[in-house]
């Protein structure tokens, strides 16, 4: 079946500091991809997403391209502020269900 | 307009008791979903409804669990005689079915059996 391997972590930074977190895929179809964020308190939000390959994905400074042919969607943020603060999960969407990534926490210290 | 909503946002239960866990999503969705959030397990898909039927239950874990949705609105998760290990943040999420629509999810309820 469909599933998702992303870095653990827990993950922790300096402000402006680059920040990567890794993410590969196993599906037999062509799936779209997608990073959440869970900031602490709040509810699960899309951070952004890519339906087919090559296309990147970005929001609030972030980005991840589709990259098919090493099955990959790793995020990127060149610096991150405290306020990213968060747990992220990759995900994949192959129909109509998404399956997760075990989610990394990510600090980010003043 | 309002987001999915859950209720309640918490609950504690004694094991062995039965507990509903209800999901509002948002209007005009007819998609719902059912997730679980644990520690070690990650996030879960449990279970998915197309307007009230369920064509996909595959990811509920066992038979003490059981979903409806009714109206192509409200879902009601219930879990009988809850164990230790059903201790979880449940989330629900809705979206418009068809074509590449996003899942919105709700805030969750978080299940504590003691």
């Known amino acids: 079946g469909d599933s998702v391997t992303q870095m653990e972590g827990p993950v922790t930074l300096s402000e402006e500091a680059f920040l990567t977190i890794n993410c590969t895929y196993t599906?037999?179809?062509?799936?779209?991809l997608f990073w959440y964020v869970q900031y602490p308190g709040e509810g699960l939000q899309l951070l952004l997403k890519?339906?087919?390959?090559?296309d990147k994905g970005s929001n609030k400074g972030f980005e991840a391209t589709y990259r098919k042919e090493t099955t990959s969607f790793h995020l990127e943020k060149g610096s991150v502020q405290v306020s990213d603060s968060a747990v992220y999960f990759c995900?994949?969407?192959?129909?109509?269900?998404?399956?997760f990534g075990a989610g990394t926490t990510v600090t980010v210290r003043a | 307009g309002a987001g999915v909503s859950q209720s309640p946002s918490n609950k504690v239960t004694e094991k062995g008791k039965d507990v509903e866990l209800r999901c509002d999503p948002i209007?005009?969705?007819?998609?719902l979903y059912w997730y679980r959030q644990s520690l070690g397990q990650g996030l879960e898909f449990l279970i998915y409804?197309?307007?009230?039927?369920?064509?996909?239950k595959s990811g509920l874990p066992s038979d003490r669990f059981s979903a409806e949705r009714t109206g192509g609105s409200v879902s009601t998760l219930t879990i009988q005689r809850t164990q230790q290990e059903d201790s979880a943040v449940y989330l629900c999420?809705?979206?418009?079915?068809?074509?590449?629509?996003?899942?919105?999810f709700g805030p969750g309820t978080r299940l504590t059996v003691t």
């Open positions: 209007s005009g969705h007819t998609a």
């Open positions: 999420a809705s979206r418009i079915a068809g074509g590449r629509s996003e899942q919105y």
């Open positions: 995900a994949l969407r192959d129909d109509y269900k998404l399956s």
């Open positions: 599906a037999t179809g062509y799936p779209s």
């Open positions: 890519a339906t087919k390959a090559d």
């Open positions: 409804f197309q307007g009230n039927s369920a064509p996909d």
